[in-house]
């Protein structure tokens, strides 16, 4: 049995990747007639909305004096359609509350803003779940680095070989295993054939699959 469970966020404990990429596919099109494709947003999943826009711009040659306004202007709408629409991952709260009533401490480690994170967890009613809620934005390194990970441990007492992470992600994949935790992948439901997912502990399509081994 794990000592704590630690979720990233976006794509784990809500399906907010399609939102994310709709906003931003809209916001490149209004503003810079750039028609964003999935090999733009790919590779950076998972990985701090800072890192990803700079990536962006440089791959596109788009100027990079006002990543700082692009960035908020896309975190406010985002957080604004969560809230208008939230879609928590079928499963998501029967696996919280088993958990929780097994007094399993429980983390969120995620990419997102501070102030996105709170807006999530508050939409969903969830923060009472979680004993440590982490954000990439306040740490030196984001994922594939292991820190946030690492911290989450830290904040909730708890040895990083006796952690279990679940994880949407491929460079959420890498940081886990790089922390020296098990890790069960979650991927999206185009990349649940990537081959690069074996790196994990183990792969499912739903919160339903790892209540079940919790309940085996």
Same mark, same amino acid.
């Given at each position: 049995?794990?000592? $704590?469970? %630690?979720?990233?966020?976006?794509?784990?404990?809500?399906?907010?990747? &399609?939102?994310?990429?709709?906003?931003?596919?809209?916001?490149?099109?209004?503003?810079?007639?750039?028609?964003?494709?999935?090999?733009?947003?790919? &590779?950076?999943?998972g990985m701090?909305?800072?890192?990803?826009?700079?990536?962006?711009?440089? /791959?596109? $040659?788009? &100027?990079?004096?006002?990543? /700082?306004q692009v960035h908020d202007t896309i975190?406010?709408?985002? $957080? /604004?359609? %969560? /809230?208008?629409? &939230? $879609?928590?991952?079928?499963g998501v709260y029967e696996l919280l509350n088993h958990l929780h009533q097994h007094n399993i401490p429980l983390a969120v480690a995620s990419s997102s803003p501070q102030r996105q994170i709170d807006n999530v967890l508050s939409t969903?009613?969830?923060?009472?779940?979680?004993s440590a809620v982490i954000s990439a934005e306040g740490l030196a390194h984001g994922k594939p680095h292991p820190e946030i990970f690492l911290t989450a441990a830290l904040m909730t007492g708890q040895e990083p070989e006796f952690c279990l992470v679940i994880e949407d992600s491929l460079n959420g994949v890498v940081a886990a295993k790089a922390a020296g935790m098990h890790v069960i992948a979650l991927p999206a439901e185009h990349q649940q054939d990537d081959p690069r997912f074996t790196l994990a502990d183990g792969k499912v399509t739903s919160h339903w699959q790892i209540l079940e081994r919790f309940c085996e």
């Open positions: 049995m794990f000592s $704590a469970v %630690i979720f990233d966020m976006d794509g784990v404990l809500v399906d907010s990747e &399609p939102v994310w990429r709709e906003v931003e596919c809209e916001y490149y099109l209004r503003n810079y007639g750039l028609s964003l494709q999935r090999e733009d947003f790919d &590779p950076f999943t701090p909305v800072t890192i990803f826009l700079r990536k962006l711009h440089q /791959r596109h $040659a788009l &100027p990079e004096d006002n990543l /700082r975190v406010e709408e985002v $957080a /604004r359609r %969560i /809230r208008l629409k &939230p $879609a928590p991952l079928p969903l009613n969830m923060r009472h779940y979680f």
